[in-house]
């Protein structure tokens, strides 16, 4: 049970209530946080580089359209088909993101060099695009450093300075126009327009160019660009891209997409194309023995007057015609043999195979081989965009690639061989028509040869032109399996960073949260005592009450400032003293510390002058024989003393009057080399006896107890002992020192006064609160304005003049 019920009174809530009291003192530290948190917010919207996000939408082929038969059925249920329309999107992905892509795609866009316009302080940038008052021409054929800045500082419309820091150490004044040459850059600067520079506000106007290496900038903008599938079937893909200028973004964003659309037709016209290089090569010999025939038969007829032929050599005409158009036939198909034999043997694996239709040869077996390789051409293409040469899925496309390079060359051999028994066929029957044509005159029969050569080139010619017609029409025809749906807007852009509201947003919250955060942290990493659940979480020792901060130049603030808060808690004290030592015989009141610094003399003398100023004849004993300090604070001296008169140097101790009514002291005297024998031997005994009867409170101020044990050896003479703990200055250590003491070492008669309860030291909570350790229950909270004579802190004092102020407003 606590002997002490009354000493300690204060409500539970008073836990709750502190961290409320801490914030609302404290508001000046939150308000500077946010204030400072917002000025960062400000600082990072103001002075970041906007960044845009800009995109376009495409739709690409769906080649796995259900075409309702049994075998599509049993795809759709095998999810054959979503697999198979994955890995085409992916392909295409992989396309777009290409090296290939953004390579032309940046050739066809003035990229290279990049401009941009510093601020007026050099803190703000801001990338420039087609908004540029100048251009940079460089020249080619002579070397420019490249991702290195060139500082341009327009002087006037006709003038401008360049500089280039750093190694280089460049500064020149140049004209537009004017070649900057040296053995690192090599360009000329031109108005980008002839109003452009006239247009400026005003001069000095600073800015910086970078001529880019254009593989360093195909690799940026390649990882900067993100493909996205946007619905279920895959077939719409939206390309976008961050950056800081969003003119920029979208011309690449639609360039690349217009370059992936042409590539993707000229995929589709390479075997139109490849056919009509065939046949304009094949027109090309054609046409020249065409003319040389044409030219023979013109001739001939001149010279020998002949028009017509004869009925007989008519009849054998038109049968020659027969047999060389099937031979002229034959000769074609023979080419193309050679032309697809020629291609398996140099293996031009990326290059479209004719096909054989095209030419008029209707082998099946043929053209479903040449249509195989095709598209296995098409999808090594696709693989190599995305996979390295030991990819498995590309390995197995080139086995399957190799196979059929066998097959056909086999097919071709095998078709060569029957071209060519058909064309023995053919000649064999041509031969034995000019057996019957040397039996013309030999007018007639030169006419015959010469009209055949004639018809054989004219007929192969027309084939030839028919068939580029048809490859003509079949290329312009074409188009690409893929389109632009949206192109990329500027207006569109979205500004991703700096996100303006989330930044004051996050700004208010960290402000708020940063102080409460650091609060908690300093509570819980603290191992000080600043509140009375520290005290009674390690001790049971009872808590006699508390003084406040001695903001003062004095150590007697009781006596030189009697109408203060400080004076006012020692009076609380005495009163607490009063109630607890009832008895008359119980007078002798020791005060001690754990350690050096907590103000146990301090409270002492102050405690002695209370006891003394309420009419009680007091005697303030100074025991700590080894650091006295109380006649220093009375202006006494100290040449002779207890110590003397304990080492038997003196009858009896000298006591002094002070300048308080009914206060005495007895100074320590000098310091002996063995004060802990001297408070043990039986004359301090007899001192103690003898002074109880002259005096009504004895206050004996004690060395520090975790220190030495000199105030252990008055337990036995002590009716009080008074454990003196500093706010925020005790560990919560001491405090087992203290308990130790309460429950082993026999000190029952043991209390705790907590001393210096500062307003604003640790937490910054008011004298109001603070005081709640000891008199708070007996003086209420709202007396001290006229009361006590010291001041309120002028933050409160501000505080309430905000508070007024505002309800006079309203």
């Known amino acids: 049970m606590d002997p002490y019920p009354e000493i300690y009174r204060e409500e539970e809530s008073i836990d709750i209530k502190k961290y409320l009291y801490r914030i609302l003192f404290n508001w000046w530290w ?72 953004a390579n032309i795609a940046l050739e066809k866009l003035d990229f290279g060099i990049s401009y941009t316009a510093v601020g007026r302080r050099g803190i703000a940038e801001s990338k420039l695009y087609n908004s540029s008052p100048f251009i940079v021409e460089k020249d080619t054929s002579k070397p420019n450093q490249i991702n290195y800045p060139v500082y341009i500082t327009i002087l006037s419309p006709t003038k401008f300075r360049l500089t280039i820091d750093d190694s280089y150490g460049i500064s ?31 001069f000095p106007l600073r800015y910086y160019f970078i001529m880019h290496d254009m593989n360093g900038l195909v690799n940026r903008y390649r ?127 990326n290059i479209e195979i004719i096909a054989p239709s095209v030419m008029g040869i209707q082998d099946a077996l043929l053209n ?23 990819n498995p899925k590309l390995n197995m496309v080139n086995m399957q690639l190799e196979n059929l390079r066998r ?6 051999n095998n078709l060569i061989e029957t071209n060519n028994i058909g064309m023995a066929g053919v000649e064999k029957q041509i031969a034995e028509l000019e057996k019957e044509i040397r039996k013309l005159p030999s007018t007639e029969r030169q006419l015959i040869n010469i009209q055949r050569e004639f018809n054989i080139n ?28 949206d192109t990329a807007r500027s207006e569109n852009a979205v500004m991703i960073k700096p996100k303006t509201s989330m930044n004051y947003m996050m700004a208010l919250v960290l402000g708020g949260l940063l102080p409460l955060m650091l609060l908690v942290l300093i509570e819980y990493f603290n191992n000080k005592i600043v509140d009375k659940k520290d005290i009674e979480q390690q001790t049971t020792v009872p808590i006699l009450g508390s003084v406040g901060h001695n ?14 808060a400080l004076a006012e808690s020692f009076r609380s004290l005495r009163s607490n003293l009063q109630y607890l030592l009832k008895n008359e015989n119980h007078k002798i009141i020791s005060i001690s510390s754990t350690i050096s610094g907590e103000g146990k003399t301090f409270c002492s003398v102050n405690l002695a002058a209370i006891l003394a100023m309420a009419g009680r004849k007091t005697l303030l004993i100074n025991l700590d024989l080894r650091k006295p300090k109380i006649h220093r604070i009375f202006r006494l001296n100290n040449d002779q003393g207890i110590s003397s008169f304990l080492a038997g140097m003196q009858d009896k101790p000298t006591i002094h009057t002070t300048n ?24 301090m005994a007899a001192f103690i006896e003898a002074m109880k009867k002259e005096y009504d409170f004895i206050i004996v101020d004690t060395p520090p107890i975790a220190i030495v044990t000199d105030a252990l050896l008055l337990k036995e003479m002590v009716d009080m002992h008074i454990f003196v703990i500093r706010h925020g200055y005790s560990s919560k250590q001491v405090l087992q020192l203290v308990e130790d003491l309460y429950t082993k070492r026999g000190l029952k008669n043991m209390t705790l006064l907590v001393n210096d309860v500062q307003t604003k030291g640790y937490y910054g909570y008011s004298y109001r609160y603070g005081y709640g350790y000891g008199y708070g229950y007996g003086y209420g909270y709202g007396y001290e304005h006229g009361y006590y004579d010291e001041e309120i802190p002028q933050v409160h004092k501000l505080g309430k003049k905000l508070r007024s102020f505002w309800k006079n407003k309203k």
Not at 373 to 382: G, V, W
Not at 458 to 485: C, M, P, V, W
Not at 551 to 564: G, R
């Open 30 to 101: 939150f308000a500077l946080s946010i204030f400072v948190a917002l000025t960062v917010a400000y600082l990072v919207n103001r002075y970041s580089e906007d960044i845009y996000r800009a995109s376009c939408t495409v739709i690409i082929a769906n080649e796995n359209t259900p075409r309702g038969d049994i075998e599509s059925v049993i795809e759709e249920m095998t999810n054959i088909r979503n697999r198979r329309t994955k890995a085409v999107v992916q392909n295409e992905i992989t396309v777009l993101k290409s090296y290939k892509m």
């Open 172 to 202: 020149q004044e140049l004209y537009f126009g004017q070649a900057f040459e040296n053995e690192h850059f090599n360009f000329r600067i031109f108005p980008r327009t002839p109003e452009s520079l006239k247009s400026l506000d005003h």
């Open 223 to 349: 990882a900067g660009l993100n493909v996205e599938v946007n619905d279920e079937k895959g077939s719409i893909l939206t390309l976008s891209m961050t950056g800081a200028n969003k003119e920029q973004i979208c011309d690449y964003l639609n360039t690349l997409s217009l370059v992936y659309i042409q590539s993707n037709l000229d995929e589709k016209n390479a075997t139109s194309l490849n056919t009509i290089r065939f046949i304009d090569q094949q027109l090309r010999e054609t046409i020249d023995s065409l003319q040389t025939a044409g030219v023979r038969l013109q001739n001939f007829r001149a010279a020998n007057r002949i028009i017509n032929i004869s009925q007989e050599g008519n009849a054998l005409f038109q049968q020659m015609e027969l047999h060389n158009t099937r031979k002229a036939e034959i000769a074609i198909e023979g080419s193309y043999f050679n032309y697809i034999k020629n291609y398996i043997s140099a293996k031009k694996d």
């Open 368 to 390: 479903s081989l040449v249509a195989q390789a095709n598209d296995l051409n098409t999808q090594r293409r696709n693989l190599q965009f995305s996979t390295n040469e030991s």
């Open 407 to 412: 097959d056909i060359l086999e097919n071709v």
């Open 458 to 485: 004219d007929q192969i010619y027309t084939f030839l032109l028919e068939k580029r017609a048809e490859a003509g029409i079949t290329k312009a025809s074409n188009t690409s399996d893929h389109r632009l749906l």
């Open 551 to 564: 903001d003062k130049s004095y150590d007697l603030p009781v006596f030189e400032n009697p109408k203060s």
């Open 660 to 683: 308080i009514e009914h206060l005495f002291v007895a100074v320590s005297g000098p310091i002996p080399p063995n004060p802990a024998e001297l408070i043990e031997s039986s004359r």
